[in-house]
């Protein structure tokens, strides 16, 4: 299916160009990574189970007035979406502590943070991306403060949207990532928005159904993002 060439490969996607300068192919791998590439694995049609449940997120928020980059899902593992050029600040919205924010903070996991917080990593794998300061953004001229005032509206947008969605399918939806790019003068949504991407835990059970399996070696990896799918897609 693919027939344009390589322009990226990324930890779980590859980037191609299509016949249109203006658009290019997200092809989703099943290859995994942790804790800056230091652990690595593969989920077994993680790849497509990603690509569909972005799809879905991204024509979830285009209706919701978010602009995304998503233009069509063109098979199982490519998604046709807009060129942008990337602001290399990775934006990561939490509405319950866990991860990096537990550990960093000394806060106990599972806390409801109300309302919700939106932090800045830069996105820098030699660096291993560091938290960093909106002065940082700036010192860095990684964004403008306009374009910066921007994007917190609208992480806290998708945050808004994605928070009842993921409620009535009975997950909550504790952080997430997010990327944006800017495509004609214009900032838009991102890359993808995955069990890759976001902490999900069922609402019952508060058991994880996302990365963490693989970074913490929980098991049933396959198991959980196959549920993801059939409560997202289903
Ligand atoms: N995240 C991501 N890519 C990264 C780092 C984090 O998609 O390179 C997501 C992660 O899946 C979680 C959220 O961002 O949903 C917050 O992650 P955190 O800062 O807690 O870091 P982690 O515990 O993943 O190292």
Redesign the pocket.
């Known amino acids: 299916m693919v027939t344009g060439t390589l322009i990226y490969e990324g930890k779980a996607k590859k980037l191609f160009t299509t016949g249109h300068p203006d658009e290019v192919l997200q092809y989703f791998k099943d290859d995994a990574t942790a ?1 800056n590439a230091q652990k690595r694995g593969t989920i077994l049609d993680k790849g497509i189970i990603n690509n569909k449940v972005s799809e879905r997120l991204f024509r979830l928020l285009e209706e919701n007035g978010v602009p995304t980059h998503f233009v069509e899902r063109k098979s199982d593992r490519e998604m046709l979406t807009k060129k942008v050029t990337i602001v290399p600040v ?1 934006v ?1 919205v ?1 509405n319950v502590i ?4 537990a550990k960093r903070l000394g806060l106990k996991e599972g806390e409801a943070i109300q309302p919700p917080i939106v932090e800045w ?1 830069y996105k820098n794998d030699a660096l291993g ?1 560091p938290l960093i300061a909106d002065e940082h953004v700036r010192l860095l001229k990684l964004a403008t403060p306009e374009q910066m005032a921007e994007i917190k509206g609208l992480a806290l947008k998708v945050n808004s949207v994605l928070q009842p969605f993921f409620a009535e399918r009975r997950m909550v939806l ?4 997010l990327e944006f790019g800017v495509h004609n003068g214009r900032l838009i949504l991102a890359d993808e928005i995955s069990p ?4 999900f835990w069922d609402q019952a059970t508060r058991e994880s159904m ?2 963490d399996r693989f ?1 913490k070696d929980l098991g049933k990896i396959e198991e959980a993002y196959q549920e993801v799918l059939k409560r997202v897609c289903g």
């Not at 504790?174 to 990532?177: I, M, R």
């Not at 890759?196 to 902490?199: L, S």
């Open positions: 804790f990775e990561v939490r866990a991860g990096s924010l990593y991306d504790v952080d997430f990532k890759d991407t976001c902490r996302d990365k970074r």
